[in-house]
């Protein structure tokens, strides 16, 4: 069993699980100091359509590098796992 690799499997591991939680609590935060800076501006409709409009594509642009993120870590963690177990 080659320990290097099951050190490595690991760290992906750690890092494919932390991740998420961690992009998203950031995402949340960031959400929530753009309403504090911006709230008193969003009174009229076409400058919050235009608001949600920005968040959304910032969301949906976030969560497809997370999803690349998580499939990159993934397939190191199962190529490192594999090449730890080979005999």
Known sequence: MNRKALVLAGIFLAIAI?????????EAQ???????NL????ADETQATH????VT????????????????????????LWFALKP
Not at 51 to 54: K, L, N, T
């Open 57 to 80: 594509e910032r969301h949906q642009t976030t969560l497809t590098i997370l999803l690349i993120v998580e499939v990159v870590f993934i397939i190191l963690f199962a190529l490192s």
């Open 39 to 42: 709230g008193p501006n969003l």
């Open 18 to 26: 932390v991740s998420p939680g961690y992009v998203l609590i950031e």
């Open 30 to 36: 960031a959400d929530e100091q753009d309403l504090a």
């Open 51 to 54: 608001y949600f409009q920005a």
